[in-house]
């Protein structure tokens, strides 16, 4: 797919995620699967629930069937960018400042003997550059076309103490089961995504 096409897909699908109050995070090929990664818009306090994802999907399909943007076969992919999520535009660095990140720079920008993976806190972002605060204090600006791969870290809270009653384990198991629920028919944070195969045959 050519960066043209990749445009296209964009075009039409910017206006629905702007209709569903989504926010177009990411439309990328890999393979034969074209995927469109929405999110709720920066600064959400939950993130996208299923049932949006799938009225997405379905509005997607359905454009994409109209327009056909892109020849050949294909099977599109629509999902939300889970918990930790790739960062590989500005726009993707501007909204996580804050966050925690690990990285790993391309071998250019590397001196020998210096270490290619930098984790962090994204202090500062531009559309050039960023800034990665390390737990040490230091501070280290790094070229955004320098970076091979980014993501944010998310940090899991403790573990459960053992030897708890059986009373207590299972109020707190029976906890996780409604909280799974309830994630899966509303919140949509994480691993939440919906995908439609979509075969398009050249005519």
């Not at 990285?103 to 020998?112: E, Q």
């Not at 210096?114 to 202090?123: A, H, K, M, Y």
Request: net charge neutral; hydrophobic share 30%.
């Amino acid at each position: 797919m050519t960066i043209n096409e990749l445009e296209r897909v964009r075009a039409l699908v910017a206006p629905i995620a702007s209709d569903l109050d989504l926010d177009l995070y990411d439309v990328e090929r890999r393979s034969n699967v074209i995927r469109v990664t929405l999110d709720t818009p920066p600064g959400s306090e939950s993130g996208i629930s299923l049932d949006a994802l799938s009225l997405a999907t379905r509005l997607i399909s359905r454009e994409i069937d109209h327009e056909d943007p892109v020849p050949g076969s294909f099977t599109l992919e629509v999902t939300s960018p889970g918990l930790e999520r790739t960062l590989r535009t500005p726009a993707h660095f501007l909204r996580e400042v804050g966050k925690e990140i690990t990285l790993r720079l391309s071998g250019h920008a590397v001196s020998d003997g210096e270490p290619r993976r930098l984790d962090g806190v994204l202090s500062a972002a531009t559309e050039t550059d960023i800034t990665v605060t390390t737990d040490d204090g230091v501070r280290r600006t790094v070229a955004i076309d320098a970076i091979d791969k980014a993501r944010t870290v998310f940090e899991w809270g403790p573990a459960p103490k053992p030897g708890g009653s059986k009373k207590q384990n299972g109020k707190k198991q029976a906890g996780k089961q409604n909280g799974k629920k309830q994630g899966d028919t509303s919140s949509g944070k994480g691993s939440s995504n919906a995908s439609k195969h979509k075969e398009k045959q050249q005519s």
